[in-house]
C-alpha cells in the first residue's frame, strides 16, 4: 500500500524481473530470478494495473480466445500437457470463477468494460495457476459489489497461493493480509494488519489523507 507515485508498480514488476534493482535480489525457493522475468515467469503471474488498457481498437481476439491462448503459451513454457476438453474445462472455470457473464464469452476483448478487463486479467492468471500471483490495484476499475467479489476470490486463492496485492483502500485487502507493507516518500514498513493500520504510521506514509474518524482511519483516495 502507498500513494500515487511511491513506487508499488515498480515493486511488483521487480517481483516479476521486469525491473532489476540497483541493489538487492529476488529470490523464489532459493532460486535466484532477479531480472529475469523468464525465470520469475515459472513461479509467478503477474496481472498488470490496468489504468492505459483503454484501446477499442486492437488485435481482434475474444474473451475465450485469450484466455486459451495464455494457456496454451503458459503449458508450452512449461512443458506441460492438457486434452482439449480439459482445457475447456479450466478456461470455463476460471470465467465462472471471476464473473465474467457467458453471453461476453465469445465477444472481443475490446469491448469490455473496465472491471471486466480486470477480470479477465485475473482469469488468465488463473488458468496458468502458478503459486505466486501478483495483482497490481486489481480493484481499480471494479464497482462496490464487484470488489467483495475480487475479495472473495483473493481470499479463496491465498488458501494454497501466495497472493502479493497492491492496493489503495486499506479496507478492502487488510483484513484478509498475512502481512502489510506500507511504501511513501522514501520510507516504508512492513508489519501484520494491526501494527501498521495505525494513524501515526498512516500519516507518514499518506500525509493528510490519512484521518481518523473514532475507531476508523480513512484514506482519501486521489487515485483516478
Ligand atoms: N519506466 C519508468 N522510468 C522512470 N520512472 C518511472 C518509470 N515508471 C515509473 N516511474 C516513476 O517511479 C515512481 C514510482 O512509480 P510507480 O508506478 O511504481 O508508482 P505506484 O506506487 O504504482 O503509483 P500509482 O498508485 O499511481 O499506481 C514514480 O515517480 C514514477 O513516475
Ligand atoms: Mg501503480
Redesign the pocket.
Request: without cysteine; proline residues 6%; negative net charge.
Given at each position: 500500500m502507498?500513494?500515487?507515485?511511491?513506487?508499488?508498480?515498480?515493486?511488483l514488476k521487480t517481483l516479476i524481473g521486469f525491473i532489476k534493482p540497483h541493489t538487492g535480489s529476488i529470490y523464489v525457493n532459493k532460486i535466484d530470478v532477479t531480472g529475469n522475468s523468464e525465470l520469475a515467469g515459472v513461479f509467478m503471474d503477474y496481472v498488470p494495473?490496468l489504468t492505459g488498457f483503454t484501446s477499442t481498437t486492437g488485435f481482434p481476439i475474444t474473451v475465450w480466445e485469450f484466455i486459451e491462448f495464455s494457456l496454451v503459451m503458459h503449458l508450452k513454457k512449461m512443458k506441460l500437457k492438457m486434452d482439449k476438453s480439459e482445457m475447456q474445462k479450466t478456461i470455463r472455470e476460471a470465467l465462472n470463477i471471476v464473473g465474467i457473464d457467458k453471453s461476453l464469452w465469445h465477444k472481443s476483448i475490446w469491448r469490455l468494460s473496465g472491471g471486466e478487463k480486470q477480470r479477465l486479467f485475473i482469469a488468465r492468471a488463473l488458468v496458468n495457476n502458478q503459486p505466486i500471483i501478483l495483482l497490481?490495484?486489481p480493484l481499480s476499475s471494479i464497482d462496490p459489489e464487484g470488489r467483495m467479489d475480487i475479495t472473495n476470490i483473493v481470499s479463496n486463492l491465498k488458501k494454497d497461493k501466495i497472493i502479493i496485492i497492491?492496493c489503495?483502500d486499506p479496507e478492502i485487502f487488510l483484513p484478509i493480509s498475512d502481512n502489510v507493507v506500507l511504501?511513501g516518500k522514501g520510507i516504508y514498513y512492513i508489519g501484520k494488519h494491526k501494527e501498521t493500520f495505525n494513524i501515526n504510521i498512516l500519516e507518514r506514509i499518506y500525509g493528510k489523507s490519512a484521518i481518523k474518524l473514532k475507531d476508523h482511519i480513512h484514506i482519501y483516495d486521489h487515485?483516478n
Open positions: 502507498g500513494p500515487n507515485g511511491a513506487g508499488k508498480t515498480t515493486f494495473q497490481d490495484e497492491t489503495h511504501f487515485h
